[in-house]
C-alpha cells in the first residue's frame, strides 16, 4: 500500500533520473531552455553530461515534463521556502494572556503579561489581551477596562489596536496586532544597545525561545482556568 498523508491521499514522489521509466519526456534545460520532446535515454544522457539529474516535474502531462536541473540544491531550495511559509504562517497565530482571574490582579502580574506580550508582538504575532471579571466585578467594568488600557499604553510603541473592547459574558478582550514600522525601530534600537554592552564587556542575556514562552502561557492559562467566570 502506497504512504498516506492526513488530508490528501497517496504521497506522490518525485521521480529523479532513473526513476523516470516512461518515454518520451518533454525537457526544459537547467537555463529554462525548451529542449523539445525527447526520448528518455537522450534525456538522461543530456543531464548527465551537464552533471546534473532529470527531474519529472508535471508527471500528469503527456508526455510528461522533465527538467534538467541540481536536484539537491533544489530539495535544499524548496525546504528552506516551505519552512519560511510555515514561519510566515505560524506568525499569523493569535496568542491569548489572561489579566487573571479577576480585576484585582497585581500590577506585578500585569508587567508578566506585558512582557509576554511584547515577545509575541516582536515575533509578528497578534495577541488578545483578555481581563476576566469575577463574581460581582462586573458592575465595575471601569477597572478591567483600565487594566487593559493600560496594557495598551505600554505596548504602543510596537503595536496597534486591531480590537476595542470586546465582550464575551464576564470577560473582555482587546486585540494588538504588530506594528512593523514600530517594531523595526525597536529592534533598531535594542541592537545598539546589545552592542553597546558587549563593547563594554558586559553579559548580554539569550532571549528564551518563541517555544517556551508559549509554554509558559499555556500553563499560566491553565492555572488560572478555562471558562472559570465565577
Known sequence: MGRFSRDQGPVQRTRVNLMIRISPVRVIGPDEEQLGVL???????????????????SPDARPPVCKIMDYGKYKYELGQKQRKQRAASKATEMKELRLGRSVKIDPH?????????????????????TQRF?????????IGLENLKGVYDDLADLSKLEQSPRWFGKQASIILAPDKVKIEAVKRKLEKERAAKIAAGQKVEEERSIEELEAEVAKQNQAEGDGDED
Open 134 to 142: 469575577k463574581g460581582r466585578e462586573i458592575a465595575h467594568k471601569e
Open 39 to 57: 526520448e528518455t535515454p537522450v534525456a538522461l544522457q543530456k543531464a548527465n553530461e551537464l552533471g546534473l539529474d532529470l527531474v519529472e516535474i
Open 109 to 129: 502580574d500585569i508587567q508578566v503579561r506585558v512582557d509576554q506580550a511584547r515577545r509575541f508582538l516582536m515575533a509578528g504575532h497578534k495577541v488578545m489581551i
